[in-house]
């Protein structure tokens, strides 16, 4: 499998949502979370993707490191948490969260799919989506666990 390239929109520890606004081509404060509510890991999205709900298709780096905003990085695919999003005005949208690896990641380097980490990993991040959709009034549905191969058929056919 190639490589995908991530652009990070909120880094891991992050209590602040930023979100990048192509027209302005910057990082834009969009929300301050709840006091003890973090993103677990870098959190952005995938260059060159479209999503069903319009967006960039969303990534989880997992890693050692706590990067950027903007920051971007070549990443290989190890899997998906195939979504469903159910907006507050009841529109239900796939919205997928693909995991990756960064290609120079020490910590992570033998890990190539979801079931090399640790269950725990992979639930606190599903409970983490859960908990930041129901603050904003919204609702996220884990559907299945997808593999690597499986996750990276899902980004190349949302290519733009």
């Known amino acids: 499998m190639e490589s995908i390239t991530a652009i990070i929109e909120s880094p891991?520890?992050?209590?602040h949502k930023y979100d990048y606004e192509p027209e302005s081509k910057c990082f834009k404060l969009m929300k301050v979370m709840p006091a003890g509510l973090v993103?677990?890991?870098d959190f952005g999205f995938i260059t060159g993707t479209?999503?069903?709900d319009g967006?960039?298709?969303d990534v989880i780096v997992i890693s050692e490191i706590k990067s950027f905003p903007g920051c971007c990085?070549?990443?290989?695919?190890?899997?998906?948490?195939?979504a469903e999003q159910t907006e507050e005005n009841g529109e239900t949208v796939r919205?997928?969260?693909h995991l990756a690896v960064p290609e120079v990641s020490q910590l992570f380097k033998d890990v190539d799919s979801i079931d090399h980490l640790p269950e725990g990993i992979?639930?606190?991040?599903?409970?983490?989506f859960m908990n930041y959709n129901e603050q904003a009034g919204k609702k996220f549905e884990v559907l299945e666990r997808l593999g690597p191969e499986e996750a990276y058929e899902v980004i190349k056919a949302s290519r733009e």
């Open 73 to 82: 990085m070549d990443c290989r695919v190890i899997g998906s948490i195939k």
């Open 95 to 97: 919205n997928d969260r």
């Open 12 to 15: 891991k520890g992050s209590g």
């Open 39 to 41: 993103f677990p890991f």
């Open 55 to 57: 967006d960039p298709l």
């Open 122 to 128: 992979i639930s606190q991040i599903e409970y983490f």
């Open 50 to 52: 479209k999503g069903e």
